[in-house]
Structures are given as structure tokens and as C-alpha cells.
């Protein structure tokens, strides 16, 4: 095997599983394997979508490239071929051995209750629970697979996509087996309702208040940030927070968050879990020595990636940064800014989340692409365009002037039409004027009517 059995970790992601804001993260879990590692990316809480071979892809190339990860896909066994639900079935039992053996198993978007049912009929949640309970191997769950993991489970799709009333499902409970009673609720702090909420996975407060009152008492409700992960070492029983979030426990309305950068014991976290500690808890101090650990780990996850920029906060940025140097008619910024925001979208096209803003960042991009096509248009008219309307009066104004003998006055318009750098020249059927652009070097002749 590539892991140490004895140096298990369960890794819960909020959201950007596949994003550049969780790569550093990602690589700081793939250091705990070896060379030779088998890791298993469970392709189940989206394996109904169509395009579900696309999503695996984009995961699998997005770990390889990113964290030099090779993967292999554990099919979702019900596409296609529905007689594999019977027991024994060769392939069932090849899904389960993948898993059962791998050093790295990870599981992210999709539906939470198709993933629930599905794992139940193949019995993967009992090999889940083993590999926690063991304290073997990296288990990573995100976002759809994040909602699973808890005794109760949030059905998403059902109650945001559907229309139906809320309830809980009855989760895997991979946490019960750590004395964890909670509801994992990834995307915790979601915005993208704007003018509704979504927050606490798209459920907003009123449902979320409802559904907490039929919870146990000694159980709470687990919120993950996006962007956030939460980090149980199930050899030292430590749990870190990591990311530009917090983890939240909330109990009858009441939450307690603990910020990205923050390490605590596993007790500590049971008693804020099941409400034997008060509402509001001071956080332990670190040890020296993990107090480095996460700040490193935490500098880390901050430097290169704009300060762990969410895609829409990158966009955001670019457009300011564009407008600012459209303001100051910079076109080598504008085309700057442009060409970084594409790598940008290139850098979030591997994430395995489609509702992250690709769509809206390429409309921006092709916006500013635009913007900067008139700009450019514009430029290469001028000053051509503009100093032919204006010269044109006035040499026939010299003209006019010569006819008249009023030579010295004829000198003062070629004399100041030469100060902004256009040149004369007198000839029998009239003045031709001449543009030096000594930035390139490029020149321009006209004629004026005589």
C-alpha cells in the first residue's frame, strides 16, 4: 500500500473541490501517500448526468496536472447496466474492493440522496465508515458527498431544484463513528441567491431553523464554508479548519464558528457537537509547533492563487483593474488584464462543479474583448482621423493667408500646427501635411485642397 494505515485523515470540502483554491490543500493530502498509491475518485453522487464521463475526465486530469495525482474512477455501477444491484455481482464487488483497498478515495458534486441510495444498495457507506473507523488511507468528501456523511443528510436537489418540503435523509454517519452527531451542510455560507438565501446548501434560514427542531438534542448541525475544508487526522485526533471560511456548530439556531487557520481537538469539537460546552467557547492555543504547521499551510493556500480568489472574486478584480486602465487609456493593461482573466477561466474549467460562474466569467471576458476591439478601432483612425478635420480649415486658412501676402501669420500656423507634430509642405497645388509618429515610426501623408 502507498499510506500508512495508522495516519488516516477524513477530509470534508464546502465547495471547490476541483478549483484552484483547494490545490494546495490537495497536495498537502497527496503528500501522506506514497508513489505507488491507488486513489479512487467515486464518480456516484453525479453518476445519473449525461455527461457524467466529462465530469470524471475534467476531476481526473484537474488531479493529475494540479496535484500529480494519477486516479481511477469507481463507476457508479447502476449506469447502464441496472442487473449489477444484485448481490455478488462481479462488478459490485470490484467497486467495493477499489475502494476497500485505495489509499485516496474522494467523492464530490452531484445529489446527495442519489449517492445515499446508491451506496446503500452497494454497501460502499459500511466500507466508508471502515476505512474512518480504521484510520486508514485519505478519505476526501466534498460539496453532494460533504451532505452525506452526517447521521442526518440534506436532500438538495429534492428540496431546492424540486420544490419538495425539507426533511433529513438518514446519512452514512462516517462521523458517528469519531462521537460526531451532526448534519454536514457544505456551502454553508452561499450567496448566489442575491436577492434570496442560500445559504446552509441552498436552504435558506426559515428552512434550516424548521429542520433543526427535529433533530436529537445532542446533535448539531456541522456547516462547512465554501472554499473551506475541514481536516480530522484520526491518528492524533486533531481537527483543522483550512481555508478562507469557517466551520460551523450550530445548535438550536446557536453557532459557534471557528475560523480557517484553526486547530482544535476532536473532544473539544464532540462537546461543542453535543452542547456540553457553552454556547461561546475560547479556542485552545496551539502548540508552537502546529501553530507553524497551519500558518504555513495557511500562507501557502493564500500565495499564487490571488489570495485563494474565488472565481467570481478574480472576475471581479479584472473588471475593475480593465476599467481603470480604460480610464486611463492604458491598452497595454487592457489587453494585459484580458489575457490573465482567460487564464483564469482555463485554470476553473477543471472544476467539477458547473454552477461556479464559467459561463458569466467567458461573457465578461469576451466583453472586455470587445471593449478593447473599439478602443483598438478608434486608435487606428486617430490622430489621422481627428488632425485631418481640424487641419483642413486651417490650411486653408494659410492658404488664404499667403494669397494675402500675410506671410508671418502663415509662419505662426505651420509653427504651431509643427509643435504637435505635423510638418508642412508648400507645393504649386497646395500644402501637404505630414504626421510623425514616433512611437513606431509609421508616418502619414495628406493633402489639403488647395
Not at 92 to 109: E, I, M, N, T, Y
Request: glycine share 12%; charged share 20%.
Amino acid at each position: 500500500m502507498g499510506v500508512n494505515a495508522g495516519n488516516g485523515l477524513l477530509v470534508l470540502m464546502g465547495s471547490g473541490e476541483t478549483s484552484p483554491t483547494m490545490v494546495t490543500l490537495h497536495r498537502e493530502l497527496a503528500a501522506h501517500l506514497g508513489s505507488d498509491a491507488d486513489a479512487v475518485i467515486l464518480e456516484t453522487p453525479y453518476g445519473f448526468q449525461v455527461n457524467r464521463d466529462d465530469i470524471s475526465n475534467r476531476a481526473r486530469e484537474y488531479f493529475r496536472r494540479s496535484v500529480g495525482l494519477a486516479t481511477v474512477i469507481g463507476p457508479d455501477t447502476q449506469a447502464g447496466a441496472p442487473s449489477i444491484d444484485a448481490p455478488g455481482s462481479g462488478d459490485v464487488d470490484k467497486v467495493r474492493d477499489l475502494v476497500r483497498r485505495a489509499d485516496w478515495v474522494f467523492s464530490g458534486p452531484g445529489s446527495p440522496s442519489y449517492a445515499l441510495n446508491r451506496w446503500h444498495i452497494l454497501r460502499l457507506g459500511e466500507i466508508l465508515r471502515e476505512r474512518v473507523a480504521r484510520g486508514y488511507g485519505v478519505t476526501v468528501m466534498a460539496s453532494a458527498a460533504a451532505c452525506t456523511v452526517g447521521f442526518a443528510a440534506l436532500p438538495v436537489y429534492e428540496v431546492y431544484k424540486a420544490g419538495h418540503p425539507p426533511v433529513w435523509l438518514t446519512g452514512l454517519d462516517l462521523l458517528g463513528t469519531l462521537g460526531l452527531p451532526v448534519a454536514v451542510i457544505p456551502h454553508y455560507d452561499n450567496a448566489e441567491g442575491g436577492t434570496h438565501d442560500t445559504r446552509f446548501c441552498y436552504l435558506g434560514e426559515p428552512r434550516l431553523a424548521a429542520l433543526e427542531q427535529e433533530l436529537p438534542y445532542e446533535s448539531a448541525v456541522l456547516g462547512i464554508d465554501e472554499h473551506t475544508a475541514v481536516i480530522v487526522d484520526l491518528s492524533t485526533s486533531l481537527v483543522r479548519v483550512w481555508g478562507r471560511g469557517v466551520m460551523t456548530i450550530r445548535r438550536r439556531g446557536a453557532s459557534v464558528p471557528v475560523p480557517g487557520g484553526t486547530t482544535l481537538p476532536l473532544n473539544q469539537l464532540r462537546d461543542l457537537v453535543t452542547g456540553t460546552e457553552p454556547a461561546v467557547v475560547p479556542l485552545p492555543r496551539r502548540p508552537a509547533d502546529a501553530d507553524a504547521d497551519v500558518g504555513a499551510a495557511h500562507r501557502a493556500a493564500t500565495a499564487g492563487t490571488g489570495g485563494a480568489a474565488t472565481l467570481q472574486e478574480a472576475v471581479a478584480a479584472a473588471e475593475l483593474r480593465f476599467d481603470s486602465a480604460q480610464g486611463a487609456r492604458d491598452a497595454g493593461t487592457m489587453a494585459e488584464v484580458a489575457v490573465e482573466l482567460e487564464s483564469v477561466i482555463t485554470a476553473w474549467s477543471a472544476d467539477m462543479e458547473e454552477d461556479q460562474g464559467g459561463e458569466w466569467a467567458r461573457t465578461v471576458l469576451h466583453g472586455m474583448i470587445r471593449r478593447l476591439a473599439h478602443a483598438a478601432g478608434r486608435g487606428l483612425r486617430e490622430p489621422e482621423h481627428t488632425l485631418g478635420q481640424i487641419l483642413v480649415p486651417l490650411l486653408g486658412l494659410r492658404v488664404r493667408l499667403r494669397a494675402d501676402g500675410a506671410y508671418d501669420l502663415a509662419d505662426e500656423v505651420r509653427e504651431a500646427v509643427a509643435a504637435g507634430g505635423v510638418r508642412l509642405h508648400d507645393t504649386a497645388e497646395g500644402s501637404e501635411w505630414r504626421w510623425d509618429e514616433e512611437t513606431d515610426g509609421q508616418q502619414t501623408d495628406s493633402r489639403s485642397p488647395t
